[in-house]
């Protein structure tokens, strides 16, 4: 019997597992286990599977596993919704941690909402990971030319600033040849297709390696502000919006990076 809890950031939605205690899930069986539990139709249904683990460099270890069973280096949603659950199991309404993952440490302050029974917080993290803009290029992908910005959150993210709507914008079919292209194998990519509103606001829809398009993306949050930024596109040591379906996260990037947004328990359970 595996207790979890159901949590999203933004719609960005995970199944989250508390082995700080103990391992729950063999190491040799966490894949299938995400796989297996991520699926919508049939289990829980989830973009990924986080593991709270003990940690010797950080108040706790976090884990990510996409719904295809592919470990991920980091999610900085993930992260949100691990400093939460780490929260609600400590009982803090206020809350400050530092997480380790397999790209780094960062910083998490939890805000537990008294209105909402416990179930809604604003968390912030301090991103002390790599932030690093790689290269401006281009990609030929069913027949059309697309500029992009390689950037290295810890992640691999190709961001595309588009003149077209991104509301009508095909994220899934585009987006899935970006992951899978020669160009950026074989590690795959993560891609944003990105609407600039202003200097200080954006508009995006993205596609994650490993989960096709989701709701929302931290990490891809955070690179698209980067690539603008370095590209004088948005400002720098300024919150900026960045919209996407699931709702909206604010980045400021500067002297820190730092990101903020809602994360929401949506309910818990058993797997046997």
């Not at 950026?184 to 398009?213: I, W, Y």
């Not at 720098?236 to 980045?251: D, R």
Request: charged content about 25%; overall charge negative.
């Amino acid at each position: 019997m595996i207790s979890f809890s159901k949590i999203h950031g933004l719609g960005n939605d995970f199944i989250v597992v508390n082995e700080l205690l103990e391992e729950l899930v063999p190491e040799s069986l966490k894949k299938e286990f995400a796989v297996k539990h991520c699926a919508r139709h049939t289990e829980v249904g989830a973009d990924g599977v986080l593991f709270l683990q003990e940690s010797a460099e950080a108040d706790f270890k976090m884990r990510i596993f996409n719904s295809d069973g592919s470990e991920a280096e980091t999610c900085v949603n993930g992260l949100r919704c691990a400093a939460f659950q780490k929260a609600m199991l400590d009982k803090k309404s206020e809350a400050n941690y530092s997480i380790e993952s397999v790209q780094g440490i960062v910083n998490a302050s939890v805000s537990v909402s008294s209105s909402s029974s416990g179930k809604l917080a604003e968390v912030e993290i301090e991103f002390l990971g790599t932030t690093k803009y790689v290269e401006r290029n281009s990609v030929e992908i069913g027949g059309c030319e697309y500029e992009y910005h390689f950037v290295d959150v810890g992640n691999p993210h190709a961001v595309v600033f588009i003149e077209s709507s991104v509301s009508e914008f095909p994220v899934e079919d585009v987006g899935h040849k970006f992951e899978f292209h020669e160009r950026f194998s074989p590690a795959r990519t993560n891609t944003e297709f990105v609407n600039l509103v202003s200097q200080d606001q954006v508009k995006m829809r993205v596609h994650e390696r490993g989960a096709c398009e989701t709701m929302a993306c931290g990490s891809g949050s955070i690179a698209i502000v980067i690539a603008g930024a370095e590209n004088n596109l948005l400002k720098k040591e300024t919150w900026v919006k960045v919209e996407q379906p699931g709702g909206v996260l604010e980045i400021n990037y500067g002297k820190k990076l730092l990101l903020r947004g809602a994360a929401e328990k949506v309910f818990e359970g058993v797997i046997e």
